[in-house]
């Protein structure tokens, strides 16, 4: 075999085809998982095969660049599945916050935060979703601040907005109402 043309003696390179076969795996599991332990062993070069024979190439069980490519494509459309979606990214530039009367975009997704939060902990307080930071929305924002111990500002800041999202994420996780007590 030649150790140029033969991804199991690469090093770092096996474990990154391992990685990508166990994501594969993970999306379909008609696909035989691998640990990425660096070792090209029978269960590497099983999975390989599997992927070779996809891909309609010779099924070897040897990594050379056209199944590297094979399983790249792959992987990458599993990792679309598998991977945990993209996170939002909100911008607040340094020391912006929104107050009653503010005209940002991201008051929306504060007011549906707050509405998703009421319908699991009833005690949160929600405000019309509607777009606009007005008293309703400031009272909401207050007693969350309330609750956590923060300066019943009813502005939001990045502090505020740090701990809206997190409890957020953790109360809602996937989405799925199935998973919470109502």
């Not at 050379?64 to 990458?76: K, P």
């Not at 009367?101 to 707050?114: E, K, T």
């Not at 500002?153 to 109360?171: C, E, F, H, M, V």
Request: proline share 5%.
């Amino acid at each position: 075999m030649d150790p140029n043309n033969d991804v199991r003696f690469l090093g770092r390179s096996v474990t990154s085809l391992q990685t990508m076969l166990r994501v594969i795996a993970l999306q379909d599991p008609s696909c035989p998982g691998v640990i990425p332990d660096g070792i090209y062993g029978e269960q590497t070069a099983k999975a390989v095969t599997v992927q070779q024979k996809r891909a309609g190439l010779p099924q070897t069980g040897i990594t050379d660049f056209a199944t590297w490519q094979a399983i790249c494509a792959a992987y990458r459309a599993a990792a679309v599945e598998v991977e945990p979606a993209a996170a939002l990214d909100v911008i607040m530039n340094p020391n912006q916050t929104i107050a009653e009367g503010s005209d940002n975009l991201h008051v929306l997704l504060v007011q549906a935060m707050l509405q998703t939060l009421h319908e699991i902990y009833p005690n949160v307080e929600c405000c019309p979703l509607n777009g606009v930071c007005d008293g309703e929305m400031v009272c909401a924002l207050r007693s969350l601040q309330c609750s956590c111990g923060l300066p019943e500002s009813g502005i939001l800041d990045k502090r505020l907005w740090q701990l809206l999202t997190g409890l957020y994420n953790q109360a809602v996780g996937d989405g799925e109402r199935k998973n919470h007590c109502v």
